[in-house]
């Protein structure tokens, strides 16, 4: 134990409710805090801060940081609001030991322990906070890359790939994993590539379209593209892309048509009963 967690643990009455209720007057978002695990993440904090002090990198610290860090941030709460939260221990701390610490030295090294404990944990917190921050937002990207690269199994033999949005490297090598994994599983003859839904078509992307297609070529599967307008003809021309090779139609009901037809298939009404 240090002269910090002594003096914060004898005071603990003083500094814990008066620390809420400054809190959620100060920072509204704290007025929404469950206020069941408030005061005890409150007074796991006030153990935390001597720890902090004496060593910032103890694992005591970047557990509760840890901690915290997941009831707030699915919360909502913002970076600033729990360092200001963070910052406002010393507002009522500090007052405490001038009223209670004769010595003046003593005072003075209470209150450098203190703000050292604050600027650490702050600190540790803020490294963390961002840390799982960019998580989040990596696992929201790979759920988004999933949502926007279905493969559908349209029929027998024939699964279709609607490409929506920027098709960069990264994208590129998951549509390719995602569709060759189908068509091995599926067995299918025939791909139907629908790159409507992308906005710019260049030679990057157009060259990822053709290693797909390749690749897919490789386990015996027939590739169309489709979503062939005018102007994306007249841009792949002009971009120098030969996809004469390639099987193109200009919209989804076009390349299932011709699709049926490579496969031997006709769509015929149904006769009526008289």
């Known amino acids: 134990m240090t002269p910090l967690y002594d003096f914060i643990q004898a005071h603990l009455d003083e500094i814990l409710e008066p620390y809420l209720a400054l809190v959620k007057e100060r920072i509204p978002r704290y007025g929404q805090a469950d206020p069941e695990t ?5 007074r796991r904090m006030l153990e935390v801060l001597p720890l902090a002090a004496a060593d910032p990198r103890a694992s005591e610290v970047a557990g509760y940081v840890d901690h915290l860090i ?12 729990i360092l200001e939260a963070i910052f406002h221990y010393k507002d009522l701390i500090i007052p405490l030991i001038w009223e209670h610490e ?12 203190l703000l050292e404990g604050i600027q650490n944990v702050g600190l540790v917190f803020a490294r963390h906070f961002v840390d799982q921050q960019v ?4 696992k929201q990207r790979l759920a988004m890359l999933e949502l926007s690269t279905p493969v559908i199994n349209v029929w027998d033999g024939i699964l279709a790939l609607p490409l929506i949005g920027t098709i960069d490297t990264y994208r590129a090598r998951q549509i390719m994993d995602e569709l060759l994994g189908k068509i091995a599983a599926q067995r299918a003859a025939i791909v139907l590539l629908d790159i409507t839904g992308v906005p ?7 060259d990822h379209l053709i290693k797909t297609i390749r690749a897919a070529e490789l386990l015996g599967a027939r590739c169309m593209l489709v979503g062939i307008g005018p102007e994306l003809a007249q841009t792949v021309v002009s971009l120098g892309v030969d996809l004469r090779s390639i099987a193109s139609t200009a919209d989804m009901r076009q390349g299932l048509n011709l699709a049926f ?4 298939l006709e769509v015929v009404p149904k006769e009526r009963d008289q």
């Open 70 to 81: 997941e009831q707030r941030l699915p919360a909502g709460f913002q970076l600033t609001d």
């Open 135 to 138: 998580a989040l937002v990596e």
């Open 261 to 264: 037809q490579r496969l031997g």
């Open 200 to 206: 710019v078509v260049d030679t990057n992307v157009a």
């Open 102 to 113: 004769p010595q003046p030295q003593r005072r003075r090294d209470l209150v450098d322990a």
């Open 38 to 42: 408030f005061p005890e993440n409150t």
